[in-house]
Structure formats: structure tokens, C-alpha cells
């Protein structure tokens, strides 16, 4: 009888599940030592973070020849043999020994043979994802290295996903990044001025603001565009003050920029500075 193949969901489902059950355990330590002296755990965090892998993997890969993701999905390693796990073992503390080295000695001959071991196992790993996505075995490198195989530890059915909950997810997310890109985009004040422009219905708003050529500016004074303290202040010919972006780069948008508090605007004043 045929072996039920792993799906791609599954397997990477057990991944995320002992990562948050390393993180759990991690998060259960911090709250237990949070009153103690900083100082006096620092230290060792890294031998802690190290310690909770070892448990983890003790409990788990060691005693089962599954970690505890695989088993929450019914999975286990069908050819895991002592020397594998010693080897799978040691390669996930890698980063410990990474670590101590380049504080040891950052400019000695093993710490740069180590921080290059480092990046080639970086760019392995890419590729190693690549290829998980082809064929959908072995989303580790451990595992692809070691030879390791992944199956159902019991005859299961294959999952049943259903998709149409994924595609409404990703045709909203997908929506959203669409609106937080676009929308900035927009004018909004040329869009307002334009449809008051040919709108019949909009009554014409007489100009009575006069011209000044140099408004007063005091601490509390806000830009009229983005309400923070203007930064270069300059003005448009009317009593409101603005960022020299804000103005200069509306002006540039919207040739016909109007100030957005009382709706003036002056071709003879595009954009002057205003004197202290």
C-alpha cells in the first residue's frame, strides 16, 4: 500500500508549532527571573534559550523520533537512527556556538571561518526552501542533509484544506495593500477643489481674505497642512501658516492649491518665507 504524501501546509504547520512551543517555554522563564537583577541572567541567556532547545529535543526527537509539532499532525521520521538525532541535534545549536565565538574573539580566525560556515548554511537553507516548494519533502535543510524522511506515524487520510478560506484571505489582504499604496497617492484637496469647481449646485465662496505678505508666527503656531510646528515656515498670502514641503509640494501637485483652512489663494504668493 502507498505511503499517504505529506502535504506542504502540514509539514510547515509543524514547524511553526515548535517554534511557539520553544517561545512558550522561553516566555515562561523570562516571566520567572524578571525580578531578579538584570545583571545576574543576562549573562547566561544565551546557555538558557540553549538548555530549553536541548529539553525540548531530549523529550521529543530523542525519545519519540518526532519533534512535538510533527506529533500534534500524526508525523514522525521514518529512518531516524541515534547518530541522526545526535547530528540533527547538534546542527540546531549551531547558533549558540556561532554567537559565543564572535564574542570570544570577533576578529579571530575562527570566528570569521564560523560567521562564513554561517552564511554558506544561509544561502543552503534558501535554496533548500526553494526546493521543498517544488517538490514538498524535507522543509529543513537538517533534514535534506541527514537523508531524513518525513511520514504519517499512523495510516491517516490525506488533510482535507479547503482553499476558498485562503483565497478570501488573500484577495482581502491583497485588497488592503492596494488601498495603503494608492491612497497616499491621492490628492485629496485637488480632488475637493475640482468637484467645488464643477459642481453647479456648490456655491462660489466670495475671496475676501486679504493679502498678507507677513503673517505673525508664535510657538503655538501649527501648519495648516500637517499640524505639527511648521518646519521652514512659508505662507501662501493668507494668515495660515505652512511647512515649506507641505505648501511647495501641494503647489506642485495642484498649480490652483488652495489653503485648506480658509481657502485662499494667491498666484501672485505661491510660496514665500516668513520672517521672524
Known amino acids: 500500500m502507498a505511503k499517504t504524501k505529506l502535504l506542504r501546509v502540514t509539514q510547515m504547520n509543524a514547524i511553526y508549532l515548535d517554534k511557539e512551543i520553544e517561545r512558550s517555554f522561553q516566555q515562561i522563564i523570562q516571566d520567572a527571573i524578571k525580578h531578579l537583577p538584570p545583571g545576574l541572567i543576562s549573562p547566561v541567556s544565551a546557555e538558557i534559550d540553549l538548555l530549553i532547545r536541548l529539553g525540548i529535543a531530549k523529550y521529543s526527537l530523542l525519545e519519540n523520533g518526532s519533534t512535538f509539532g510533527q506529533r500534534l499532525f500524526n508525523i514522525k521520521y ?20 556561532q554567537g559565543k565565538c564572535e564574542l570570544w574573539k570577533p576578529s579571530h580566525a575562527i570566528a570569521r571561518l564560523i560567521f562564513k560556515i554561517g552564511v554558506v548554511i544561509k544561502v543552503l537553507d534558501f535554496l533548500n526552501t526553494s526546493l521543498f516548494l517544488r517538490y514538498g519533502v524535507k522543509p529543513l535543510l537538517v533534514e535534506r542533509l541527514l537523508g531524513l524522511n518525513q511520514v504519517f506515524a499512523t495510516e491517516t487520510p490525506a488533510r482535507n484544506f479547503e482553499s476558498k478560506y485562503l483565497a478570501r484571505e488573500l484577495l482581502w489582504n491583497g485588497f488592503i495593500e492596494i488601498l ?15 468637484i467645488k469647481e464643477y459642481n453647479p449646485f456648490s456655491r ?18 501649527k501648519c495648516g497642512h500637517c499640524g505639527q510646528s511648521p518646519i521652514l515656515p512659508h505662507h ?27 481657502e485662499h489663494s494667491n498666484a501672485n504668493i505661491l510660496c514665500d518665507p516668513v520672517n521672524a
Open 236 to 262: 501662501m498670502g493668507c494668515a495660515h501658516i505652512y511647512c515649506y514641503v507641505c505648501l511647495k509640494g501641494n503647489q506642485t501637485a495642484d498649480p490652483k492649491y488652495q489653503c485648506s483652512i480658509c
Open 180 to 194: 495603503v499604496y494608492m491612497i497616499p497617492l491621492i490628492n485629496y484637496h485637488r480632488l475637493k477643489r475640482q
Open 78 to 97: 521514518d529512518n531516524l537512527t541515534n547518530v541522526k538525532k545526535t547530528l540533527y541535534i547538534l546542527f540546531g545549536s549551531l547558533g549558540y556556538f
Open 204 to 221: 462660489k465662496k466670495a475671496s475676501t481674505v486679504t493679502v498678507i505678505k507677513n503673517p505673525q508666527i508664535t510657538l503655538n503656531t
